[in-house]
């Protein structure tokens, strides 16, 4: 089955914020710690210093060092230690100008996915403009996060996300114009796959990037990010069985599965 690797995450740990190893004794560790934690050769790539693995996941060293411990073996949905506050009723995605069109179209159908759910965030399409205005109608407590083209090496990730920090949720989506070229499902799959990185989800396979990748070892709890199980989640991952697995095939159909409907209202109840 031909698979389509979507993105990891960017800042909170995958980064680390203070950014992959990009000195040679730490990218040596790094590989490995890959290869004992069973990613192949084949599946690991150094862009710039920055270490890689499925094509999107850049690796920090402590990342890679707790990809190698044990003890974690469930099988279930996770969130991160941050979550959206409670006083947030909408997140408001602002696309920059340089988004393409498709990518675009791929972004009103990746909050029309988490609308149709009516849980307890509601999405809207960029700002209101009467926001600048001081007769503007009251409205409900909200946040951003901006969608933008984030050019990016050769072999670098397709696209990355901020975790929540604050009460806030991630502040920024990154998407390599390449995803332009893709099926319009599978742009709307990894807007909506980015989106929930945005708000708190963990790859539901974290543990084990080979049930949805075909390789791949544990990403690691990422220290302070975390890696909570999410009530009443299945107690196994399986391809296709989530849309925040770590990969998805090129067949995906950028919809939500039983299990994240479960996760969303579990994590954002309605009101």
């Not at 965030?121 to 600048?132: G, K, Q, V």
């Not at 799959?189 to 708000?199: L, Q, R, S, V, W």
């Not at 989800?201 to 080979?210: A, E, G, K, T, V």
Request: overall charge negative.
């Amino acid at each position: 089955m031909t698979r389509t690797a979507i993105a990891l995450l960017c800042c909170a740990w995958v980064l680390g914020c203070g950014g992959a190893s990009r000195d040679t004794e730490g990218t040596r560790e790094i590989l490995e710690n890959l290869s004992k934690a069973g990613f192949p050769v084949s599946d690991t790539r150094v862009v710039d210093g920055v270490v890689y693995v499925g094509g999107d996941a850049a690796v920090s060293l402590d990342a890679s060092r707790e990809m190698l411990e044990t003890g974690n073996t469930r099988q279930e949905q996770y969130r991160t230690n941050n979550v959206v506050s409670t006083q947030i009723q909408i997140i408001k995605i602002r696309p920059s100008s340089s988004i393409p069109v498709k990518i675009r179209q791929g972004l009103v159908e990746a909050i029309a996915n988490y609308n149709d759910l009516s849980f307890g965030i509601d999405f809207a399409l960029e700002s209101n403009p009467c926001e600048l205005d001081p007769n503007c109608p009251p409205h409900p407590p909200y946040a951003f996060i901006d969608l933008v083209i984030n050019p990016v090496s050769p072999g670098g990730p397709t696209a990355s996300t901020d975790f929540p920090s604050g009460g806030k949720p991630g502040a920024r989506i990154a998407i390599d114009a390449g995803v332009a070229q893709l099926s319009s499902n599978m742009i709307k799959h990894i807007i909506t796959h980015e989106i929930g990185h945005a708000i708190g989800l963990r790859h539901s396979d974290y543990y084990n990037r080979s049930i949805s990748c075909g390789t791949g070892g544990n990403e690691g709890t990422g220290g302070t990010v975390g890696a909570i199980h999410i009530t009443g989640t299945p107690t196994t991952a399986v391809p296709l069985g989530s849309l925040m697995n770590s990969c998805a095939p090129s067949s995906a159909t950028g919809e939500f599965t039983a299990s994240d409907i479960t996760a969303l209202n579990a994590l954002y109840p309605a009101p």
